[in-house]
């Protein structure tokens, strides 16, 4: 069975910076590319950035480019989301999800992030 | 950025009808299309991909069409458990979500 566990969410004042793991367990990670996707409170879902199986295939959302960086750890089988300069229109649920081809079998149930002073 | 418009936002129905959401791209997408299913407090579930494959495990009531800019997901029979908001996601190029259909009972 596919699980992904995020954590490293919390309440962060703007500015500052914040580190989300995911940990993948019941498939070969390394098989597969990886996404965040956020979901604001009460709005729709958002895609933040994906990964390619082998990390060269990175890409970004214009609104966290610059910002946030993502990275993974295969022999960890583990995902990872650097956001930096947070803003309070970041705050949301973040999800990880395992990409099947060009869409999302498998999603975690996600970490939450407040950006508030 | 390629935008992904819904119709309806929000759709009331009863058990037994036959539903039909459109998603619109603001440019042709070929068939990079799929379809979401989320409940409140839980994680997205893929229902269908490549604009009308089913997900493994999704009931056969669920069904998708389209290619090139318009889509549909049909819902052929409403069930209790199919009250949910869904989405479509469109991966031709950067990834976009539409805004969400809202399916409520009535």
């Known amino acids: 069975e596919v699980q992904l566990v995020e954590s490293g969410g919390g309440l962060v004042q703007p500015g500052r910076s914040l580190r989300l793991s995911c940990a993948a367990s019941?498939?070969?990670?390394?098989?597969?590319?990886m996404h965040w996707v956020r979901q604001a409170p009460g709005k729709g879902l958002e895609w933040v950035s994906g990964i390619s199986w082998n990390s060269g295939s990175i890409g970004y959302a214009d609104s966290v480019k610059g910002r946030f960086t993502i990275s993974r750890d295969n022999a960890k089988n583990s995902l990872y989301l650097q956001m930096n300069s947070l803003r309070a229109e970041d705050t949301a649920l973040y999800y990880c999800?395992?990409?099947?081809?060009?869409?999302?079998?498998?999603w975690g149930q996600g970490t939450l992030v407040t950006v508030s002073s | 950025d390629i935008q992904m418009t819904q119709s309806p936002s929000s759709l009331s129905a009863s058990v037994g009808d036959r539903v039909t959401i459109t998603c619109r791209a603001s440019q042709s997408i070929s068939s990079y299309l799929n379809w979401y299913q989320q409940k409140p407090g839980k994680a997205p579930k893929l229902l269908i991909y490549?604009?009308?494959s089913l997900q493994s495990g999704v009931p056969s009531r669920f069904s998708g069409s389209g290619s090139g800019t318009d889509f549909t997901l049909t819902i052929s029979s409403l069930q209790p458990e199919d009250f949910a908001t869904y989405y479509c996601?469109?991966?031709?190029?950067?990834?976009?979500f539409g805004q969400g259909t809202r399916l409520e009972i009535k």
């Open positions: 996601q469109q991966s031709y190029s950067q990834i976009t």
């Open positions: 019941g498939f070969t990670f390394d098989d597969y590319a």
């Open positions: 999800a395992k990409a099947g081809s060009s869409w999302y079998t498998d």
């Open positions: 490549a604009a009308s």
